[in-house]
Every structure is written in C-alpha cells, then in structure tokens.
C-alpha cells in the first residue's frame, strides 16, 4: 500500500529512531519541532508589516496552544501533545508561506526553486495543500505583473523545485 503521508511518517520514525518507544519523549521531541511556529510566525509578521505585528502574531499562535492544552480533557483538540499530522502540516505551511514571501520579495530564481520545493514537502504531508498553488500562482501575478516575462520563467521555477521534491516518492511509488 501506499501511504497517505509519507512525510509524516518518516517525521515519527525519526522520532522512535531518537527517542526509542517512549512516547512521552516522543511528544518532547515533537514538541521542540513544533516551537518552532512562533518563530516562522514572527518572521513573516516582522517581512509583512513590523516587529511588533510579528510579535503579536506569534503570541497569538502561542497562546491558541497553551488554550487547546487546557481544554483537551473537554473537547477534542489537535495539540502539540498529540500525535496528530495538523500542526506539522502548519508548520510545513507557515515555512512555505515565509518561502513563497522570500520569493517574491528577492524575485530571483533560487527564491523560487526553494519555495517550490517548500511547497513539494507540503504535499507530501497533505494533498490538499494542492488548493494553495494556484493562489502561489496568482500572487506571483500580482508582483511580478502578467505582462513580466521573467514570471514565467520564476514560475517554471517553483514548478520545478515541487516537482524536485515530489519526483522521489512519485517514482518510487510507481
């Protein structure tokens, strides 16, 4: 069979490769990847607007964890204590968004490649991801302009660092 997320799993078998079979270390080691949201927040609130929008962006993501830590005995929440795939799928899409921001600022066709193949390693954890491609796309349109022929080129670009990234598991899969 082939796996639905296969990123996801090699995430928690570098986890048990780690931390052996003790989940609770597990969830640290978890736990520590994932502190490291607030930062890629504050980086991408810092590139849009100030430090202080990035500063509030992640306390706001902060303190949404510490609520859904305290509320998980009452209602079924993803938190980082669980072992779930939704907050690793945040992260890999809050660090594509700060990628695809990169791009876009420095215009050039590394920037484009990387953000690319960002966005391959988010398929690989979620297909769903797929939905954000053609908005990548169109805020490529909006900077670059439709009339700009080195969009195209950018955009051949971050086809090519996706594909890079998902040629591995498509082939062998295959």
Not at 44 to 72: D, N, P, Q, V, Y
Not at 84 to 113: G, I, M, Q
Request: net charge positive.
């Amino acid at each position: 069979e082939i796996p639905a997320r296969p990123l996801y799993i090699v995430f928690l078998t570098f986890l048990h490769m780690v931390f052996g079979e003790s989940y609770p270390n597990i969830i640290i080691g978890q736990t520590f990847l994932l502190a490291l949201i607030p930062v890629v927040l504050y980086f991408i609130g810092k590139k849009i607007h100030s430090r202080a929008a990035g500063t509030t962006i992640a306390l706001f993501f902060i303190f949404r964890e510490l609520t859904s830590l305290l509320i998980t005995s009452n209602t079924r929440v993803s938190n980082s204590k669980s072992l779930l795939v939704d907050l690793p799928t945040l992260f890999l899409l809050v660090l594509s968004c700060y990628f695809t921001f990169r791009w876009l600022e420095s215009r050039d066709r590394k920037s484009a490649f990387i953000a690319g193949g960002m966005f391959g390693l988010l398929l690989l954890l979620r297909t769903q991801s797929l939905l954000l491609f053609p908005f990548m796309v169109l805020a490529g349109l909006l900077v670059f302009g439709w009339r700009n022929r080195s969009l195209y080129l950018q955009l051949v670009f971050l086809l090519l660092g996706t594909i890079a990234t998902l040629l591995p598991w498509l082939t062998h899969n295959y």
